[in-house]
């Protein structure tokens, strides 16, 4: 079964600085999709950024990024630029053959004005 | 497009009683998944619907079941309740099951058992 591992269970920044979210998984499966979801204090949550794994090329969003390392099942987050309204719960997600979504137990992010 | 709603967003229920949560996804989606999201377990997949047939299914007890009508709508029930069903349960809907369609993510019910 796929597990996702997200180590940091809570982060602080400072508006306008850069962090990065770390999320590691397990799988044997080769062809699969890895996402960061964002869920704000009460509101929806909504897809910040995708990677498919078939892609070498680390998948970019504005200010949000990604460093995705196959071998080494790894699939960081980074926000450029902070802004208050980045403050939420992120979750990291697996989805392979499988199809459901696998998530991780996620990183409360808080940025600080 | 109105988004994913579900209803009702915030409901008590007493141990053994039953609940039935609804799911109204995207107009034009097909496949509603539901999700459980505790502080302790975090977010766990509980079944996904398409075309009004069970896709797939997490590891959650027989006590909770599901269903999806014509219009795709879906509604998921949860029987003799249990302190440990206090939750946020979300659903979500995507196009078409599969490999990959993104998921769109309704505000939640919260469940409360008392």
């Known amino acids: 079964a796929q597990t996702v591992t997200q180590s940091q269970p809570e982060?602080?920044?400072?508006?306008?600085?850069t962090v990065t979210l770390s999320c590691t998984y397990d799988t044997s499966e080769n062809n699969y999709y890895l996402f960061w979801y964002k869920q704000p204090p009460s509101r929806q949550m909504i897809l910040v950024i995708r990677q498919e794994a078939y892609k070498?090329?680390?998948?970019?969003e504005n200010r949000f990024s990604v460093n995705f390392q196959k071998a080494a099942k790894s699939?960081?987050?980074k926000?450029?630029?902070s802004q208050l309204g980045d403050t939420a719960m992120y979750f990291c997600a697996f989805q392979g053959g499988s199809e459901k979504l696998v998530f991780g137990k996620g990183t409360k992010l808080t940025v600080n004005p | 497009k109105a988004g994913v709603t579900q209803t009702p967003r915030y409901l008590i229920k007493t141990r053994g009683q039953q609940v039935t949560l609804?799911?109204?996804?995207?107009?034009?989606?097909?496949?509603?998944?539901?999700?459980?999201?505790?502080?302790?377990?975090?977010?766990?997949?509980?079944f996904e619907y398409f075309s009004?047939?069970?896709?797939?299914?997490?590891?959650f007890p027989g006590r909770f079941s599901g269903r999806q009508f014509s219009n795709s709508r879906s509604e998921m029930n949860v029987s003799t309740l249990e302190?440990?069903?206090s939750a946020l349960y979300l659903c979500a809907s995507s196009t078409a099951g599969g490999l990959f369609y993104e998921q769109y993510f309704g505000p939640g019910t919260r469940l409360t058992v008392t």
């Open chain 1, 75 to 77: 699939f960081s987050l």
């Open chain 2, 22 to 46: 609804s799911c109204s996804p995207i107009s034009g989606h097909r496949s509603v998944s539901w999700y459980q999201q505790t502080p302790g377990q975090g977010l766990q997949f509980l």
């Open chain 1, 79 to 81: 926000i450029s630029d």
């Open chain 2, 83 to 85: 302190l440990g069903d």
């Open chain 1, 56 to 60: 070498q090329q680390n998948a970019t």
């Open chain 2, 52 to 59: 009004e047939t069970q896709r797939n299914k997490g590891n």
């Open chain 1, 11 to 17: 982060m602080s920044v400072q508006e306008a600085e």
